[in-house]
């Protein structure tokens, strides 16, 4: 779609519980019009389906995408679960150490794609080696960075060494015990907790805690799946309902259920959510805490074509992202999934992809190369967030 295309017939969301049949016209990777088309560029046919904006992946560590769950929690914070499997010499950590970081860390990408995800956050570097323009999402390139207070001490300079219009992302309070607790109030103190802070996780933070990370109006990267695997335990129903700022992360394979669609299962158990309720958490509050300025999590004129596009079934915007099933993702006006029944709208650059439990698509990915590299270490049998990659 690098020419100026229109998307006609289907449904379009406004907003949470709202859609309404028009065009989208595209070009130059921008929503040009949200109107019906009179001009004669060429027109895809999108009736019966739902178009949503592109969803945003808050939190992931996108290298890890193939990795398995590891670890036997609960374990009281973060320092310790990474104690315990990080066995770099050791079965199954030193076989996936041997793919290299940029096959897995695309097939993280595609991880997120599947899912419907346009838009990710990943928590290290960004680099210009491996989040390209071939990648499958868009990888948040503006933004400061820590890991945490245990594994980063320079977080301070890190902070002041980021853009004042970026955001600066941290883990804290990643744990249940007094030692993780403790980190919201050492960043206060530090000066590090205002509107630019996300902070990654936050399961520790008490009543005082979440009082301060509200008047600071800090955001919250949610990871329920991951949260619940670690620790045991993750932000409760009156914390997310607490007017905080949240917004829904996968975090790492090596803790997660699976992709952002099970995440957002996860999460509407985990936290009593409605799906009205879960539907900003994977489309404006991620890119208001991300100060993403470009429309993305929305679907408006002038702003970016990021989009999937489903199956109109009758249902709400937010009621389609429960058991998510793309037809189509474009990111930037580009087709990067399509299902067998939009094949024509791919070209050489695409092949076939299926995963187990999710269903098949064309995926703009060089995916033989992709599943050579990760078989030559890992064998036959690899798996892509939990879910083996099908033949």
């Known amino acids: 779609m690098e020419q100026i295309v229109t998307l006609a017939g289907g449904r379009v969301t406004l907003t949470a519980l709202r859609a309404e049949k028009t065009d989208i016209t595209i070009g130059r990777g921008r929503i040009l019009s949200l109107a019906p088309a009179t001009a004669t560029e060429p027109r895809h046919d999108l009736s019966g389906h739902l178009i949503l904006p592109g969803l945003i992946n808050a939190h992931d560590h996108l290298e890890f ?5 590891l670890g036997n929690g609960p374990y009281p914070n ?5 104690a315990d499997i990080y066995l770099p010499e050791a079965s199954p950590v030193r076989e996936h150490l041997l793919v290299s970081k940029k096959v897995r860390a695309t097939w993280g990408g595609i991880r997120n794609l599947l899912s419907g995800v346009t838009t990710v ?3 290290n570097p960004w680099e210009s080696s491996i989040f390209g323009r071939t990648f499958p999402v868009r990888v948040v390139r503006r933004y400061g ?5 245990a594994f980063s001490p320079d977080v301070a300079d890190r902070r002041r060494r980021t853009p004042v219009r970026w955001p600066f992302i941290v883990h804290a309070a990643e744990g249940t015990d007094e030692t993780a607790r403790a980190e919201v109030g050492r ?4 000066g590090l907790l205002n ?3 996300m902070l990654v996780h936050a399961v520790a933070a008490g009543l005082p805690e979440l009082e301060t990370i509200s008047m600071r109006g800090a955001a919250i990267a949610w990871c329920p799946s991951s949260n619940l695997f670690t620790l045991g335990r993750t932000l409760s129903p009156e914390t997310l309902r607490g007017g905080l700022h949240i917004a829904l992360g996968t975090d790492s394979s090596m803790t997660a259920e699976g992709d952002l669609i099970d995440e957002i299962r996860v999460a509407r158990a985990a936290g009593e959510l409605s799906a009205p309720e879960i539907y900003p958490l994977v489309t404006t509050n991620p890119a208001r805490a991300l100060r993403l300025n470009e429309g993305q999590g929305l679907i408006r004129e002038r702003g970016v074509a ?4 489903v199956k109109d079934e009758g249902q709400t915007p937010a009621d389609a992202l429960s058991e998510l099933r793309p037809e189509l993702v474009i990111v930037g006006g580009r087709v990067m999934l399509a299902s067998e029944r939009f094949a024509s709208l791919t070209d050489g650059d695409f092949h076939p992809l299926a995963i187990e439990g999710r269903g098949r698509w064309l995926v703009r990915a060089k995916i033989p190369r992709l599943r050579a590299a990760a078989e030559e270490a890992l064998g036959p049998e690899i798996r892509l967030a939990g879910r083996r990659v099908c033949d």
């Open 121 to 123: 956050a990943h928590h």
């Open 65 to 69: 995408g193939l990795f398995p769950r």
């Open 306 to 309: 990021d989009l999937v596009v």
């Open 145 to 149: 960075w820590a890991h945490s207070l």
């Open 78 to 82: 973060a320092s310790q679960w990474a």
């Open 195 to 197: 509107r630019r802070t």
């Open 187 to 190: 960043l206060d103190e530090m």
